[in-house]
């Protein structure tokens, strides 16, 4: 159990830094930086390399950004596999849509409570 705790870490810090080092060293902006890694996740979707780390490091990889890519192309291609192209469509937003869901909810609470910055 303790190896599991072990290797989430490491993995979910990986992850972690190489989001860091696009901020430091690549330059890029968050929203270019959330949007590569979401698309870094869906490639690993893509060629069945996720699942794998998933089943590997568990909260270490299902955590991170990386996650919603992997969640919307694993939607995409089962429902492809029953719908054809429309499927592909529709998967996507059926697997992702609760947590899309969630976070326009409290963002919106959020915003609500607390007084913004800008």
Not at 5 to 33: E, M, N, S, Y
């Amino acid at each position: 159990m303790l190896a599991m705790f072990f290797w989430a870490f490491i993995i979910g810090g990986i992850i972690c830094v190489i989001g860091q080092l696009l901020f430091d060293v690549a330059k890029l902006t968050p929203a270019h930086t959330l949007s590569l890694l979401v698309c870094i996740g869906a490639v690993l979707a893509g060629f069945g390399l996720y699942e794998p780390l998933i089943d590997f490091a568990g909260a270490g990889a299902t955590i991170p950004i990386t996650s919603f890519g992997n969640s919307l192309v694993a939607g995409a291609m089962q429902e492809a596999g029953k719908h054809g192209i429309v499927g592909v469509l529709t998967g996507m937003f059926e697997v992702t849509s609760s947590g899309i869901s969630a976070a326009i909810i409290f963002g919106f609470i959020g915003a609500l409570i607390f007084k913004p910055k800008g």
